[in-house]
């Protein structure tokens, strides 16, 4: 049986000598391994989204007060306009401190296995109040961020208008299913590839093809798949080569720390390539700024082989066919703080 190396060779001599019949073959083979996002947002089970619950997730979503300081907001960590992350190693949390893993993107989150890098929340509703009780990120504990809210005398008829079933309207559950909503239609369809995988042959360039037949080719693919190209499974930091401390430090053991399972040491939800073009810095310590690094270091630690600058150059090339059009989201005015809203932590 051939090797990967040859394989790969001789599916770009393909490429090259008849592209009509090679596109289409690689073309039915990226539809088996992925597929587009979607022109409208997902369902959430058991949340239905109306159009007073959105615009309620959407003002808790950008408002600072749900933070211990008022400084912090889920929008601070996952900035829109960045990618949905933001563009920081660590996140700057509550009195200056840092969290300990990089923000992944809230872009396409919904799409998901679970949340979080280690997949401690099984979904966005449950992911939503994380940051707010964390002590080192929001800082706001659980009966505060009622408290904070009842006392903003604004938010009693969004919520009345959200929950109208509900004996009682402004709850930590109700907010974690408002933001859940809201980020949900957080999602970038109409990608370059998402355009190639519907069909359109000419949605890629050349360079962008092969580097397609690269991250097939190579086993990225293996990973990277579905409609996230990544986010649907579990895998160790490391599988042929473990990379330095300061990619993966030693006092960080992954999924280990949520299921005590000896296998799940220096395990991680493999992040979704969606937008990833736009989402530097890379891996769970935010250590890599460059994509070209990252792709190369991908190569020796994941699949035990060294990738050529041409061969990086043509993945990377591929992974920027990968950014979609963002959602255009109007700024909310939020309701005022009043005499009887709780005043911010030092």
């Keep these: 049986m051939p090797g990967r190396s040859s394989v790969i060779a001789v599916w770009l001599a393909v490429l090259a000598l008849s592209p009509a019949v090679a596109q289409t073959d690689q073309m039915k083979e990226a539809q088996q391994l992925f597929k587009p996002i979607p022109s409208t947002p997902p369902a959430l089970s058991g949340n239905p989204a109306t159009p007073a619950k959105l615009e309620l997730g959407k003002m808790l979503y950008f408002d600072p007060r749900l933070s211990a300081s008022h400084a912090i907001s889920c929008a601070s960590c996952h900035n829109l306009g960045l990618g949905g992350a933001d563009a920081e190693p660590t996140s700057i949390g509550h009195r200056w401190q840092h969290g300990g893993r990089n923000a992944p993107t809230v872009f ?192 020796s630690s994941q699949l035990g082989i060294e990738l050529s600058d041409q061969e990086v150059d043509r993945i990377t090339a591929f992974l920027t066919s990968l950014s979609g059009v963002p959602p255009k989201i109007v700024l909310p005015v939020l309701p005022p703080s009043g005499a009887q809203t709780p005043r911010p932590a030092p």
């Excluded at 939503?128 to 408290?147: Q, R």
Aim: glycine share 10%.
């Design 108 to 299: 396409n989150a919904v799409f998901n296995i679970a949340q979080f890098w280690d997949g401690r929340a099984k979904d966005l509703e449950q992911q939503a109040s994380g940051p707010m009780v964390n002590s080192v990120e929001m800082a706001s504990p659980a009966t505060h961020v009622t408290e904070q809210l009842k006392g903003i005398t604004g938010y009693e008829p969004l919520f009345a208008a959200a929950f109208p079933d509900a004996s009682e309207k402004i709850t930590l559950p109700h907010v974690q299913q408002a933001i859940a909503v809201f980020e949900a239609t957080l999602i970038t369809p109409d990608a370059a590839f998402d355009r190639y995988i519907k069909g359109d042959a000419n949605a890629l360039s050349a360079v962008q093809k092969e580097g397609l037949a690269l991250f097939i080719g190579k086993g990225c693919a293996a990973c990277h798949n579905g409609i996230n190209i990544g986010g649907g499974s579990y895998a160790p930091f490391g599988v042929v080569a473990k990379p330095g401390d300061d990619l993966l430090p030693s006092s960080d053991k992954g999924r280990f720390m949520v299921t005590k399972t000896a296998g799940d040491e220096y395990v991680f939800r493999v992040p979704s390539l969606r937008n990833v073009a736009l989402t530097a810095p890379y891996f769970h310590t935010g250590q890599v700024w460059d994509i070209r690094q990252a792709v190369a270091i991908m190569g």
